[in-house]
């Protein structure tokens, strides 16, 4: 099944595909592994600087491999802000792409999303959209993020509407109380009345939650259940187990510098990360229906 068709069957079945960032071979591995163990279909992401550091070809060659090996897999290109990486993205055989134009003034983040889309559908892909650059940055602060910054990017429902409207994008990143990373100080608290809000403006589009590392499991599930969300973005939680593992590996054998023997241990840790977040989103054995 394609991108569409997958969405499509979590909104209508209720649960949410796991959107996993790749920084390097060793967290595509821990998601490839988890996504073959629960049976659940997952996307990979890459932003613009995963998508360079790994290499788009590349990307879509280890994907078409874990393909082959049974694992469900479809390929994002993550907040891309250019007409050009998306078009890459698209030649090269990416599933999804997600054009940010959050940072440009409202009227050009309109215009080139209207270009945009119907390059992406004539491929049969499909495409996300935002208007609010979301707060925060993938990794781990000490601190409190501001409220002030994160009430900033709150989506206000009907310029939403009108913006799904005018470009026709698939999915909508909305964001009610989601950011980027995780601040050690803070707990995220998401607000289901907006979310609410939100989806009832847009009622025929797929709504995603980026920053969804450091949200409790119980306000993942309730964003699935009663604001439809069908994609859930995971990053910071990825480069944390990464990190944190190598770190801890390292410091226990200082003596070993063959890096295939260290990297097993760090693989498990990012595995039973996403293991968890396949549990919570509700799509444990949901690839068996492809």
């Known amino acids: 099944m ?9 909104e209508a079945e209720g649960f949410a595909l796991g959107a996993f960032n790749i920084d390097n071979l060793e967290i595509f591995k821990g998601v490839l592994a988890a996504a073959k163990n629960k049976k659940a279909p997952v996307i990979m992401e890459f932003s613009s600087g995963e998508e ?10 280890l994907v078409d491999n874990a ?24 030649k090269a055989g990416f599933d999804m792409v997600h054009f940010d134009g959050s940072k440009l003034p409202y009227e050009e983040n309109l215009k080139i999303a209207k270009e945009v889309v119907p390059k992406v559908h004539a491929k049969g892909l499909t495409v996300e959209g935002e208007i609010d650059h979301i707060a925060g940055s993938s990794g781990v602060h000490s601190g409190k993020l501001s409220q002030d910054e994160i009430k900033k990017a709150l989506t206000n429902p009907e310029k939403a509407k009108e913006f799904v409207e005018e470009t026709g994008i698939d999915i909508f990143a909305a964001f009610f109380g989601n950011y980027h990373g995780i601040f050690e100080g803070q707990e995220k ?6 979310l609410k809000k939100i989806r009832a ?9 980026h920053g969804g590392s450091g949200i409790s499991d119980e306000q993942v599930k309730e964003a699935i259940k009663v604001g439809g969300i069908v994609k859930v973005n995971i990053n910071t939680e990825l480069r944390q187990a990464f990190r944190d593992t190598t770190e801890k590996v390292l410091s226990e054998k200082p003596e070993e510098y063959a890096v ?18 396949i549990d919570i989103f509700g799509s444990v054995g949901k690839a068996n229906y492809a």
């Open 52 to 61: 360079k550091f790994v290499g788009v070809n590349n990307i879509v060659d």
């Open 260 to 277: 295939y023997k260290i990297m097993p241990t760090v693989i498990s840790a990012i595995q039973e990360v996403v293991e968890h977040k």
């Open 2 to 10: 394609n991108a569409q068709k997958w969405l499509a069957k979590a």
């Open 67 to 90: 393909r082959e090996e049974g694992a469900t897999i479809l390929i994002n290109l993550d907040h891309c802000p250019d007409k050009a990486g998306i078009e890459k993205a698209i």
């Open 189 to 194: 608290q998401v607000d289901f009345d907006l």
């Open 201 to 209: 403006a847009l009622p025929g589009t797929f709504l995603s939650m």
